[in-house]
């Protein structure tokens, strides 16, 4: 009986844990929307910089500042280029947010080389329930797999002493009614 009680227990705990994962991919989303949109407009000042003073594109841009004997300049101009990477990495990101299942997006946020973002996402994290019946049948069939995955070898644990309990029992019994031999 406490078993079951401690099994239920469980259960909403996880379940009440799978429950936080969309709302959490939604925050990280609104989080890379901004990092996205900021880091946009920085691209198009470069690509203002790269019309007005007619460079055929940015690597061009690029490439004539890295000559530069100014070391601010040529400093400027690796700048540039990491942002141009950072941009088109948020771009990917921007676009599996949108597209991608759950499960992409989970995978991308837990990615040990996303921890400090995900740190940064999770200080302003509200825990709550999706009202997306989508997220909830999910996260409920996760957490009911879930449960039954690690459940198994405690079940199976009891399931045995109880039949060890039942054969020990057996074999204590009086030997009265043996016929004689």
């Known amino acids: 009986m406490i078993s079951g009680i401690v099994d239920k227990l469980v259960f909403g705990a996880v379940l009440l844990a799978f429950f936080q994962l969309p709302i959490l991919a939604d925050h990280y989303q609104q989080y890379l929307t901004g990092y996205f949109d900021a880091t946009h407009e920085e691209v198009e000042k470069i690509n203002a910089m790269v019309v007005k003073?007619?460079?055929?594109?940015?690597?061009a841009l690029i490439a004539s500042h890295q000559k530069s004997s100014i070391a601010s300049v040529r400093q400027d101009a690796d700048n540039k280029k990491q942002l141009l990477i950072r941009y088109k990495q948020l771009s990917d990101a921007v676009a599996l947010f949108e597209r991608g299942t759950l499960a992409d997006k989970v995978t991308y946020m837990l990615n040990p080389s996303r921890h400090e973002t995900l740190q940064r996402v999770v200080s302003n994290f509200e825990?709550?329930?999706?009202?997306?019946p989508?997220?909830?049948?999910?996260?409920?069939l996760a957490a009911l797999g879930f449960n039954a995955l690690a459940a198994s070898p405690a079940k199976a644990v009891r399931h045995i002493r109880k039949k060890r309990r039942k054969v020990n029992k057996i074999n204590e019994k009086p030997v009265e009614n043996l016929p004689p031999q």
């Open 53 to 59: 003073h007619q460079y055929a594109d940015t690597e």
């Open 127 to 132: 825990p709550g329930i999706p009202l997306s």
């Open 134 to 140: 989508h997220y909830l049948l999910l996260c409920a």
